[in-house]
């Protein structure tokens, strides 16, 4: 399940590094565009967030369930 959340939060890194290059590309917009493209940005940059948030989660829950089955039976004493 470790591999899963790294290559979740790779996927989120991956997403905001393109979003913010593609900032940097001139695009001519104006109007109704300009503004579906600022949300879209928005959108991408907390999808990113997101992604690399479950991540961490999900290698989070991987580390105590592999914590857990080191226990001895009937927990620590």
């Known amino acids: 399940m470790r591999w899963f959340g ?4 790779w996927l989120g890194v991956a997403l ?3 979003v913010a290059v593609g900032m940097f590309v ?9 503004i579906v493209a600022v949300g879209t940005v928005k959108l991408a940059f ?21 914590e857990r089955a080191q ?3 009937g927990g620590p004493r």
Do not use: E, Y
């Open 46 to 66: 907390l999808s990113a967030i997101g992604l690399i948030a479950g991540g961490a989660v999900i290698q989070r829950i991987a580390v105590r369930a592999a």
């Open 16 to 18: 905001g590094v393109t």
């Open 26 to 34: 001139p695009m001519p917009f104006t109007g109704i565009a300009w």
């Open 6 to 9: 790294r290559f979740i939060s």
């Open 71 to 73: 226990l001895p039976p």
